[in-house]
């Protein structure tokens, strides 16, 4: 799973798990032009691990695109921001929390 801060969507290359799906049409801008493609979204619930694969966490992530073009999970930390997560931290690290009381720690960046 990568953190992207500057990504505006959640993504993912496999639906396997996913819940909630819908497709909608998109107009994307590329080099040859414009062009209408359709996106699927849905909502995945995601077990976080430590590096050594302990789980800590568990997370709903909504409106998941999903496309198996992709070769990666991203998660969007500013869609996180957005939907009510928060940023803490200090001189040793940045953390996202889903509970700024708790911290209740969901991402080490």
């Known amino acids: 799973?990568?953190?992207d801060t500057g990504a505006t969507q959640h993504s993912t290359f496999s639906s396997n798990?996913?819940?909630n799906?819908?497709?909608?049409?998109?107009?994307v801008k590329e080099q040859i032009g414009e062009a209408t493609?359709?996106?699927?979204?849905?909502?995945?619930?995601?077990d976080l691990q430590d590096?050594?694969?302990?789980?800590?966490?568990?997370?709903?992530l909504k409106e998941v695109q999903a496309n198996p073009k992709f070769n990666y999970n991203l998660v969007s930390i500013t869609k996180l921001l957005?939907?009510?997560?928060h940023l803490t931290g200090n001189?040793?690290?940045l953390c996202i929390v889903q509970n700024k009381h708790m911290k209740e720690l969901l991402f080490n960046v």
């Open 82 to 85: 957005k939907d009510g997560f």
């Open 17 to 19: 798990g996913g819940r």
């Open 51 to 60: 590096i050594r694969g302990k789980q800590y966490s568990r997370v709903l």
């Open 21 to 27: 799906q819908c497709t909608c049409d998109v107009l």
């Open 91 to 93: 001189t040793n690290g």
């Open 37 to 46: 493609t359709t996106l699927t979204l849905m909502d995945f619930h995601v």
């Open 1 to 3: 799973m990568i953190g």
